[in-house]
């Protein structure tokens, strides 16, 4: 099968182009053209013009946000329809809307609203209609910051726990944040409903929240001399008792720089840490917590389902192509695009 991938590259050439995210198996991640992050990806998707196919090495989300950035002449194929996003599923358009309804009630006109990039084109183009942007775990700071000076709250979407981390980063008091509760319609906050400055929907990845305080003890007790290093999608108890935090490139590099002999325990996906195992044999390195496994979506994508979806392209019939309806891709870029300015 991999000669075949090979093969099929070579006669594609430049009208085939392969991204592919960290968190992809390395039995994939071999014939990606580009590897990166939701931010780096997405900025790839900005600048590829020259693709007639871009088959998309990760979740739905990532392709859709690839069919919004890329020209109508380009398909974007996903190996796999499964490989989707728990938690971007946590958001949807109506349960948005009736919260924005909501919320308007309560606040009036004060409110920024702002989704991280692991979220649906629907709720991007939402977003981007009522003027507010994409974040990235890269940008977050900027882009909370972008917010901030343009109203007085800002309503983040769709991971609470991205949102708590980056607004205590830049002094927002837990006393300041509320959450909204989709399911039962629910705005939940201790004090003073005017104090309020940031609103976190209640969502979260569905692999990092597996990360826990015990498991920094446990590595603590067991060996004190690891480092630790977290994503920011992490549980803010599970940050704050870490050594470092910060997006997936961060932590990547992180290691890349760290001395030869040191020893680190990662609080990310698995595919992407045994990868940095295998990368950096004179580093000490384990997943935060020893019972971690992959994101089961992002692992839906793999060899057999990549083939395929290049042979249905020298087929003459490409399947899983990921198309945005112009009126969702319009506003969803909207907000894309803001987030591209402000970095």
């Known amino acids: 099968m991999e000669q075949r991938v090979q093969e099929i590259k070579q006669t594609l050439g430049d009208s085939l182009f392969i991204p592919g995210h960290h968190y992809q198996k390395d039995e994939v991640i071999q014939f990606a053209d580009a590897v990166g992050d939701s931010l780096q990806l997405a900025q790839v998707s900005v600048e590829n013009s020259k693709a007639t196919y871009i088959v998309f090495c990760g979740v739905h989300f990532m392709a859709e946000t690839a069919d919004i950035l890329t020209n109508n002449d380009q ?56 003027g507010g942007a994409t974040v990235t775990s890269s940008n977050a700071h900027n882009m909370v910051n972008w917010a901030f000076s343009q109203k007085e709250r800002i309503l983040f979407l769709p991971d609470q726990h991205l949102g708590r981390n980056t607004a205590s980063d830049i002094g927002i008091g837990l006393d300041e944040m ?21 609103i976190l929907w209640k969502g979260h990845c569905s692999v990092h929240e597996n990360f826990t305080l015990s498991n920094v003890e446990d590595v603590r007790k067991n060996d004190p001399s690891m480092n630790i290093i977290v994503h920011p999608e992490c549980r803010k108890e599970v940050v704050d008792a870490s050594d470092y935090n910060g997006s997936t490139n961060h932590i990547i590099r992180t290691i890349e720089q760290a001395n030869p002999g040191t020893a680190w ?25 020893p019972h971690m496994c992959p994101c089961l979506t992002m692992n839906r994508i ?21 198309k945005v309806s112009q009126d969702v891709s319009t506003n969803a870029a909207l907000a894309l695009h803001r987030m591209f300015h402000s970095l």
Request: aromatic share 6%; glycine share 4%; net charge negative.
């Open 75 to 130: 398909n974007v194929l996903l190996p796999d329809m499964r490989a989707g996003c728990s938690m971007a599923d946590m958001a949807d358009i109506y349960q948005t809307e009736r919260a924005w309804s909501s919320l308007q009630t309560i606040f009036g006109d004060s409110i920024v609203p702002l989704t991280y990039v692991n979220s649906t084109a629907a709720i991007k183009s939402f977003v981007g209609k009522h």
């Open 178 to 198: 509320a959450i909204w509760d989709p399911i039962n319609n629910e705005l939940l906050f201790e004090g003073d409903v005017e104090r309020i400055k940031a």
């Open 265 to 289: 325990a990662i609080g990310t996906e698995m595919n992407l840490v045994q990868r940095l195992i295998d990368q950096h044999p004179d580093k000490q390195i384990i997943s935060l917590n």
């Open 302 to 322: 793999d060899l057999v389902h990549l083939l395929w979806c290049l042979e249905s392209i020298i087929s003459g019939k490409p399947v899983n192509q990921i």
